[in-house]
């Protein structure tokens, strides 16, 4: 299976035991085709969801494929707003794990390595909430 992680702000709000209200998942794409891409799960979303109804997930919404400063910044990610019969909903925000960051001559913007390890794309991130990890186990 390919490693999933949430990252961020959600463990932080699970270590204190609050409750979250946004989930960022960084998917490891190390090791796998090319072709596989963190948007190319995109067109699969619908059909999981209809296959797992015990999810209790009612609604998906795809808001964005690449954002504008995904773009910008060369990311392979989505966005994506569910909700479920109770009326709860939880924006979700999925990136590849990121290896090494290089930059072209007289570019500020680096090219990243969209197939990087968990550990490298959590020791680019500066010091902060970002940089926590948690593996997803299913």
Known sequence: ?????????????????????????????????????????????????????????VEVKVATVLSDESKGKHLDTFKAHFRNGAGQRLEVDIMPTIGAETYDEGSRVPVRDQRGTPEEDALRRDLTIGALLLRVQL
């Open 1 to 57: 299976t390919t490693p999933l992680f949430i990252n961020g702000g959600y463990v932080r709000d699970l270590l204190l035991g609050k409750q979250p209200d946004d989930l960022d998942l960084s998917l490891c794409l190390r090791g796998l085709p090319e072709e596989i891409t963190v948007s190319g799960l995109l067109e699969h979303i619908p059909a999981f969801i209809e296959a797992n109804a015990h999810l209790g997930i």
